[in-house]
């Protein structure tokens, strides 16, 4: 039986070899001259409006949660919740895969409620699989006006009929879990549709802004992708994984994958700054403060 220590040490060496290794494909298939010309004319007011947008999917995503531990019998209020969700971005700096910034939850919960551990974790599961649904509804619509290549009405009949059963599917599945409410669900449901469609639109205001006006669905379609990518333990906190997966992608289709990268790596830095909002929270203390005696 392998020895854990040794088996965690090995994980993190493989991790980093895989970052380098998405560093160095994405590195052969770039004309680098082309992308830092396109990198240079990106203005300030681009970025900004990109990370405000960014952290209002993030509130929303904070408020989806509060939901789900609602069903659980925690009650956080939300600027408790918004507090909990930036200190587990904040984790998952130098977590991999977002299990930093959902083990450090259900911690922080455990200290003061008194529900099961294993409860906790399938109310954040179960917003998990719910934010994948509304990334499922946006890529879907995505795929639809990609208006890259033709699609046959039945093929487009056939996608939404199993995106709905897939969604029936899970709504059972939520209902058998926590006895939602069909209101509850709908309501958790539009807004993971939210979070999925604002950082889509951040996807677009970046590629528009570095120059490629035709392809924002088919972007949109592969950044979704790669998102779902990014967050398998892959690599050390998916570096690498997005972009490797935005560049091959592209060329894939026949798309010069340079506006591509340059979105994925201003989304990442856009991210690791938002993370770094966290900071703020656990350096001056702000931790979520629990609705105690509801």
């Known amino acids: 039986m392998i020895n854990p220590t040794l088996f965690r040490f090995l994980s993190f060496f493989c991790k980093i070899g895989l970052s380098l290794l998405a560093i160095y494909l994405v590195y052969i298939k770039i004309d680098w001259n082309a992308f830092f010309l396109l990198w240079r004319q ?43 969700c930036y200190l587990g971005m904040f984790y998952n700096l130098f977590l991999p895969g977002g299990i930093g910034g959902d083990g450090y939850k259900v911690y922080f919960l455990k200290r003061f409620y008194s529900q099961k551990t294993m409860l906790i974790v399938k109310a954040l599961v179960g917003d998990r699989l719910n ?11 995505c795929f639809c006006f990609n208006g890259l290549f033709e699609i046959a009405s039945y093929q487009y009949v056939l996608l939404l009929l199993c995106m709905l059963v897939g969604i029936l599917g899970y709504a059972l599945l939520q209902h058998w879990l926590f006895v939602f409410e069909l209101k509850s669900f709908l309501f958790s449901l539009c807004l993971s549709i939210t979070v999925q469609a604002l950082q889509g639109l951040v996807a677009v205001i970046l590629v528009r802004s570095l120059g490629d006006l035709n392809h924002s669905f088919i972007y949109v379609f592969i950044f979704l992708f790669s998102s779902i990518v990014s967050q398998l333990p892959l690599s050390m906190g998916g570096l690498g994984t997005r972009e490797v997966t935005m560049v091959y992608c592209l060329n894939y289709l026949g798309i010069d994958p340079n506006a591509g990268l ?33």
């Not at 999917?57 to 925690?74: E, P």
């Not at 934010?131 to 619509?141: C, E, K, M, R, T």
Request: hydrophobic letters at 55%; a positive charge.
């Open 42 to 84: 990106l203005n300030l007011f681009i970025l900004l409006w990109v990370f405000i947008l960014y952290n209002i999917s993030q509130v929303l995503s904070a408020l989806r949660m509060r939901c789900y531990l609602a069903l659980i019998d925690i009650d956080l209020d939300r600027i408790s919740s918004i507090y909990l």
């Open 131 to 141: 934010g994948f649904s509304g990334l499922l509804v946006i890529a879907f619509a």
């Open 262 to 294: 340059a979105m994925a790596l201003i989304f990442f830095m856009c991210q690791t700054l938002s993370n770094c909002l966290g900071l703020f929270c656990y350096h001056f203390k702000l931790e979520p403060k629990p609705v105690l005696g509801n």
